[in-house]
């Protein structure tokens, strides 16, 4: 009973931020669309829930997020009467305790590193569950909650990034899709990495735009100290297929240019060449090695597993193979399910979702407008984060549930990219707006 006095009154806090605070107020959004909006993501968290507790039951292994909640809550009941072994296994030190031991082997993906150079954050989330574990005695839902409000917050500035590029009467049509969609709204509603990425990825497109934008001072640089560490170790594949751009956005403001598309192009080619070599300073190996490398264990826990949605990749171990196969990699990650694929309801809001993606291409081509130079850098910027996304996925995950979860960063600057592209506003309009 009182895990669901906190949830009740969780909810009520979030619902006060949301209609009072001005963090979460957007300018020509009305304060009860973000109310409906956040209802429908607390909504789509108990889908969420159902759908991998009685939907999947047969399954014997319990999905991420709900093994996240299980861990937190192991190591939260530490506290009371071992508090030496918590503060050990949370804050990540050793000591010589055989129930230390016993329970740093037991939680699912505490060891921190997986093969190939790559950083496991599995115990970054369980860390972060565990101070809302020691309030929600196992409720699901309470974690839920909160990290939805987080995703949710990570949302809005992700929007403000965004909608400073492109006409008022279109941020509805943004807010629509970066608030509503089926990928990032289901993976975003739940105690997954997804979630947790949001506020990180969200606020790091904020302070980009904002200095595209010349509203940039000093103190923003602090802002800068937990966002790409977060970015490690949360989803450090992210952080790999943001580097790129990032990059060519950094040299933006080195080099005083209007030719964008060149050096985008030089930037891209050299980080691609760095990157197959990058042997020389990086553990894990080359790039197409590293893909090669994750297809194979991919491939391997989705036949252990007897994953229902396998998918076929084909290994790109050379330069040749991974230019051939791209378009496929990009449809892969973005465009599929395709609508002949459906094989359970489940599929449905997914192949929504990629038809209405495919109508939005389709309609950013037919009313590109040439971007404004003070555009650009952003725009190449989400442009190098699709496609290096494209890239990664499309290469090493052949489990077609994983891809689609996995591409919520990527499809979220498609949606700002198609927009950006699409719905620019005039210099006059331009010159009124202002936005935080």
């Known amino acids: 009973m009182y895990e669901y006095i906190v949830y009740v009154l969780l909810l009520a806090a979030s619902a006060f931020l949301i209609a009072r605070s001005r963090h979460f107020k957007l300018t020509h959004i009305p304060t009860y669309w973000m109310l409906g909006a956040f209802a429908v993501k607390i909504l789509v968290g108990f889908v969420f829930f159902w759908t991998y507790s009685s939907h999947y039951s047969a399954n014997q292994i319990p999905p991420d997020a709900i093994r996240y909640v299980q861990d937190a809550c192991i190591l939260s009941e530490l506290l009371p009467d071992h508090p030496r072994v918590f503060s050990a296994l949370f804050f990540g030190y050793s000591i010589d305790d055989p129930l230390y031991d016993a329970l740093s082997h037991q939680l699912i993906g505490w060891q921190s590193g997986y093969l190939y150079g790559l950083t496991n954050d599995c115990s970054t989330i369980i860390r972060l569950n565990v101070p809302i574990a020691l309030l929600s005695h196992g409720l699901f839902h309470v974690h839920a909650l909160v990290f939805s409000l987080l995703s ?22 943004l807010w629509a899709l970066l608030f509503l969609m089926p990928t990032p709204l289901f993976w975003t509603s739940a105690p997954t990495k997804e979630a947790a990425l949001m506020p990180i990825f969200g606020g790091l497109m904020l302070l980009l735009s904002m200095w595209s934008r010349g509203q940039w001072s000093r103190k923003h640089a602090w802002y800068f100290i937990p966002l790409l560490p977060g970015l490690i170790f949360i989803k450090q594949y992210v952080l790999f297929a943001l580097l790129p751009g990032l990059i060519f956005w950094a040299l933006t403001r080195l080099i005083k240019t209007t030719r964008y598309l060149w050096l985008w192009i030089g930037t891209m080619l050299v980080c691609f060449v760095l990157a197959q070599h990058a042997h020389y300073f990086f553990i894990g190996g080359d790039f197409l090695y590293v893909l090669h490398k994750k297809l194979t264990d991919f491939t391997n826990v989705a036949h252990l597993q007897q994953a229902g949605s396998f998918v076929y990749v084909p290994s790109t171990q050379s330069i040749d193979q991974f230019l051939v196969h791209f378009p496929e990699a990009f449809a892969l990650t973005y465009l599929r399910p395709y609508p002949w694929e459906l094989k359970s309801w489940i599929y449905l809001p997914f192949i929504a979702e990629n038809i209405l993606t495919c109508f939005l291409l389709v309609w950013t081509i037919t ?4 971007p404004m130079a003070s555009h650009r850098p952003m725009i190449w910027l989400a442009v190098s984060a699709v496609l290096a996304l494209a890239a990664i996925l499309g290469n090493t995950v052949p489990i077609m549930g994983a891809i689609i979860r996995y591409r919520t960063p990527g499809l979220l600057l498609l949606f700002g990219f198609c927009l950006m592209c699409a719905a620019m506003p005039t210099w006059k309009t331009q010159l009124n707006k202002r936005h935080p």
Do not use: N, S, V
């Open 367 to 370: 009313h590109f407008r040439r």
């Open 152 to 173: 949710f917050l990570g949302t809005i500035w992700l929007f403000k990034a965004f909608a400073a590029f492109i006409q008022p009467r279109q941020e509805r049509w």
